[in-house]
């Protein structure tokens, strides 16, 4: 059975991620019950915030014990993506994965890369695919700073992947353990 980690970085978040969380974790709950997964954990990595978003975590941990969190008071979303990385690599979980606090990306979307990563090293959501379904749609402000940033993102490193900015990806620790470093 796999096991899986999933990274939600926090920052000032305490009006959107309880929902999250509590989505998240019965989702989860289920597929382990299903023995579609192994083992998981939800780690919020709490990244230098101002508001009660630790009050909503701690609330939600009470409720289902696969929902943990780590707290640093240096900030930053990259920081606490590979501080979660680096947590979860010693925890010797197979997959791990992140997501954003605004559950842009819902659990079975999720599920969908788990489901999708076969042999490859990571897997990326993709907002712009012609399948994706997205429920909040982005204001144009949005959608042009987006485009934009993937743009100078292909020219720069030439990649093959449509979205590289989603905010849902996932990767095998043996990758990991070689990059985070």
Request: with cysteine.
């Amino acid at each position: 059975m796999t096991n899986l980690c999933i990274i939600i970085p926090a920052y000032n978040e305490e009006k959107r991620i309880g929902e999250t969380l509590e989505e998240y974790g019965k989702y989860f709950e289920k597929k382990k019950k299903d023995k579609e997964i192994g083992d998981f954990k939800i780690l919020v990595v709490l990244n230098a915030c101002r508001d009660n978003t630790i009050g909503v975590v701690k609330n939600q941990e009470k409720k289902n014990k696969n929902i943990i969190h780590i707290e640093f008071e240096r900030g930053g979303k990259g920081f606490a993506v590979t501080e979660g990385f680096k947590f979860a690599i010693n925890k010797k979980f197979d997959l791990i994965g992140f997501v954003d606090a605004d559950m842009a990306t819902p659990p079975e979307a999720f599920f969908d890369l788990v489901k999708s990563i076969g042999n490859s090293d990571g897997i990326i959501a993709n907002r712009w695919h012609k399948n994706s379904n997205i429920k909040i749609k982005q204001t144009p402000l949005r959608i042009l700073l987006s485009r934009g940033g993937n743009f100078i993102i292909h020219s720069l490193f030439l990649l093959k992947y449509q979205d590289t900015q989603c905010g849902a990806k996932l990767f095998r620790r043996e990758i990991l353990e070689k990059v985070v470093p």
